[in-house]
């Protein structure tokens, strides 16, 4: 079975710029989340998405959004680009089984962003 | 709101010997624990996990403690290898859905 897949692996922008990262998750995983990872600062949830809403949301600015497809890929974009949004990100998906508890996620290896 | 802590940012120790990684929690909502582990360049990768009804939890070389009163786990690596330097992350779940709650992670090396 193929893993979580995330395209690109790398990104340069300017502050001011938006973009937008691909994930597409292990396949039967309908259940699709987000992390941002900066030094010092963990994994930061963004947000998680299952058959196409959004049903839960971390305390990002609404700069970041997200969205899933029907194929349950997802996309991420961040507007506007601050300096401070330049890290790495990663997406995971999970068998949802009806329940929150023993949940695991599966990453990806994540886009790498910079902010210039 | 840090609800999951590491304090150790690094931890260096020899091969062969103990590595403990330790991790604090505040949420008492928290029902199950997981640890996952990071390579550079990779995503982070499970490795071993535990509900609240237990205590403790081992796999192959790999064992977690949980002390529910103390909101405390920690990951007991025995005997550690070079191969097991990289960053740990010590995450939380069971109160909302897609999510956990994850430390700021734990750089460990193990020298040769």
Known sequence: ?116 | DQQVKQNSPSLSVQEGRISILNCDYTNSMFDYFLWYKKYPAEGPTFLISISSIKDKNEDGRFTVFLNKSAKHLSLHIVPSQPGDSAVYFCGAGGTSYGKLTFGQGTILTVHP
């Open chain 1, 1 to 116: 079975k193929a893993g979580v897949t995330q395209t690109p692996r790398y990104l340069i922008k300017t502050r001011g710029q938006q973009v937008t990262l691909s994930c597409s998750p292990i396949s039967g995983h309908r259940s699709v989340s987000w992390y941002q990872q900066t030094p010092g600062q963990g994994l930061q949830f963004l947000f998680e998405y299952f058959s196409e809403t959004q049903r839960n949301k971390g305390n990002f600015p609404g700069r970041f959004s997200g969205r899933q497809f029907s194929n349950s890929r997802s996309e991420m974009n961040v507007s506007t680009l601050e300096l401070g949004d330049s890290a790495l990100y990663l997406c995971a998906s999970s068998l949802w089984q009806g329940a929150a508890t023993n949940e695991k996620l599966f990453f990806g290896s994540g886009t790498q962003l910079s902010v210039l």
